[in-house]
């Protein structure tokens, strides 16, 4: 009688100390970040950090699924800062917090390269990690000249008059632009590109301009540019989907990107301002085809 009350009095003990061990493990393993130490987090090889405030449900639940979901994986850790606590720091950051929903961003060497709101299933943030981790291999074999921007980012498309354009069998200098018709910036930004467009064709610059609009309404914007004295001549590919602005982590519009002959990344740009066109211009002229 003894002999079984002490084996079940060890498994209950073992049991507890398992849970504890597993749940200490789960709790340890996510790290409470500060506006101090979140730089630091911030320049790992891949991190997930959660902006969440105090109203947020089921967080910890959350993060004990998620923790189990990047046990896949290598180098990719999990961190968390309560919004609440630091006001000031949430203002600062460059994208928006929704309140009493987490907020949750992977970051790589300081970058923020995707994220979402609320608590997605763990078959979407697997597919994230797989996407960002492919993304950055790509890079490092950019950086170490094994492959090219063209080669690695390479995409077919069916511009708005139907004829199919890939990338990696354009030649010359390429200005490839991701664009929408409801984007003020982007309607500022195109009458330089048709002038550089009408400047620099013949001596081999194409300018691509890629948007997620239909057709329909990709055309009546152009008839209406046309109307008021800005043709709209250069290549315009649909990308309605967003497959190939989910390739290139577009996250704002527009995004310019300048594509050697050589089909190296010369430039990318995020937004527009007057005050960039005289860098465009000085790229364009250094390096079109000799």
Known sequence: MITRKIVQLIVIL????LYSVSYGNTQESVEILTPQTFPQFSMGELNLVEFYSDGCDSSIEFEKRVLELISEFENVSIGKINTDEFPDF???LPFKIVPNQPTVVFFAEGKPLDGFIGYNPNSKIREQIKAIQHQRELEKKMESGEINFKEAFDFTLKSFDGEEFTLSEATGLIILDFWAT????CKEEIPY???FYDQYKDKGLSVVGISSDKIEKVNEFRETQKKKGVPMNYLFLS??????????AIRNIPTTFFISPAGKLIKKEVGFSLEVLDEFKKMIE???PK
């Open 286 to 288: 250094e390096h079109l």
């Open 90 to 92: 949430t203002k600062e």
């Open 182 to 185: 409801w984007c003020p910036p």
């Open 239 to 248: 990308d309605v989907g967003n497959k190939v602005a989910k390739q290139y």
């Open 14 to 17: 073992t049991a507890v100390v």
């Open 193 to 195: 590109l048709q002038k």
